[in-house]
């Protein structure tokens, strides 16, 4: 009696470190996913912020008087203007709804929402930038037929001047700042993980393994029942 009141502890003891072992490796794994969370977070964030600037002076513009003449210039500002307001509204209102949905869903979701919710700010994380970027173009392009709209030629023709040269200096450093820190996507590191702890890129066995798997079954078919029975262990 004594004996078996000890294994049955000893059971007991064992079933408690496996289960605290699994809780602490999946606590250690969720908090490196947290890491990447909070890196699309903060740039969402600060996306947000920098849309919601341009917006209000996309509104500005929109609210200056315009000429009567010519036409074409007025139809061309007034589309771009907007244009441009409307990407950044998108913008703010992507990454707001992303830096509150996602934390949230990560947080007080159920099993695997870390995941989701980290591989769903990485896909519309690009394209708040696109819409970003797009929306940045469209307010320069604004301003330089209100210059052409507002000054006469003698004016608007330096203006014209100065912002193709800073919108080709935005492309040049946008370009050049990419491909210094350009990291390619066989290089990516991500904190994903499977359901058994190993890599996601780990988890599909290569062709090598899978013959070595297919030579060990031929193998073991070929053995005893008996002996299959004794390797395999109780069912």
Known sequence: SLLALRCQKSSTMLYADKRALETNLKVE?????EKELNFYTNNCQNIGTQAAMLAGFAFAGMMQPLPDQPEV????????????????LVTVVTTTLLSMLSPGLALR??????ATAVNGMMTH?????????TGLICFMLSALL????????TLAMPMTVLICYFLFKIF?????IYRRFRLAPDHVVTGAFNAEGQSAEAAAPSETELAEQRQLQEQYAN??????????GPS
């Open 73 to 88: 210039l007025r139809v061309l500002f007034l589309v771009s203007t907007v244009s441009a307001l409307g990407l950044q």
């Open 172 to 176: 040049h450093y946008f370009v050049r």
């Open 29 to 33: 794994l969720l908090e490196i996913r």
């Open 125 to 133: 994380y690009k394209f708040t930038l696109m819409c970003f970027a």
């Open 109 to 114: 979701g159920p099993d695997g929402s870390m």
């Open 223 to 232: 053995l005893p029942e008996a002996v299959r029975a004794n390797m395999a």
């Open 146 to 153: 209100y210059g052409w709209m507002q000054f006469d030629w």
